[in-house]
């Protein structure tokens, strides 16, 4: 292999030799070259890090407790969790007044108290307690915690009073 490049290498500088009266370096070739360029500096010049040069702090400073009240940590597990008995007891509701209900209706006659995390969890009971008509949709609006106004494509999902017991 190192005699095959030693040919190859000698050929194109032969190639080369042949053209070079013809192809001065000053020739334009047509086409436009980007240059580059690099700065050159001496090995010695360049330093290696040392991980034992950085200083890190180590101390630990003491704080006092902070104070949690029920309240707020009922606040965020309300916030990170989705409320299913709120919305069970709300389609509860609804379906004692109302043979048929949708996901649609249910917030237009009660809040989503979680906004979207609402409409997901409808959506969720309805996949279990409700009847999904494949290939139809409906358009919801809720107010989210922003107090402005949402909407969104979702299936459609009806909720009956033949299966209001299992909301209970």
């Known amino acids: 292999e190192q005699r095959r490049l030693n040919q190859l290498l000698k050929q194109a500088q032969s190639e080369a030799l042949a053209l070079r009266d013809e192809f001065t370096a000053q020739r334009p070739?047509?086409?436009?070259?980007?240059?580059?360029?690099?700065?050159?500096?001496?090995?010695?010049?360049?330093k290696l890090h040392d991980p034992r040069s950085a200083h890190v702090d180590g101390s630990v400073q003491r704080n006092d407790a902070a104070s949690i009240s029920l309240e707020s940590v009922g606040d965020l597990v309300a916030s990170s969790e989705i409320d299913f008995r709120t919305l069970r007891?709300?389609?509860?509701?609804?379906?004692?007044?109302?043979?048929?209900?949708?996901?649609?209706?249910?917030?237009?006659q009660r809040?989503?108290?979680?906004?979207?995390?609402?409409?997901?969890?409808?959506l969720s009971l309805g996949t279990r307690h409700g009847t999904v008509v494949e290939g139809e949709q409906e358009t919801a609006h809720w107010r989210g915690g922003d107090g402005q106004w949402r909407r969104a494509r979702i299936p459609l999902v009806w909720f009956t009073q033949e299966k209001r017991h299992e909301l209970a």
Not at 30 to 45: P, V
Not at 89 to 108: F, G, T, V, W, Y
Request: net charge positive.
């Open 29 to 46: 070739i047509g086409r436009d070259l980007q240059l580059t360029t690099s700065r050159l500096r001496s090995w010695s010049q360049w």
């Open 89 to 108: 007891r709300d389609l509860h509701d609804l379906l004692a007044i109302q043979p048929k209900l949708s996901i649609a209706q249910a917030l237009s």
């Open 111 to 122: 809040e989503a108290p979680q906004g979207l995390g609402s409409v997901i969890g409808y």
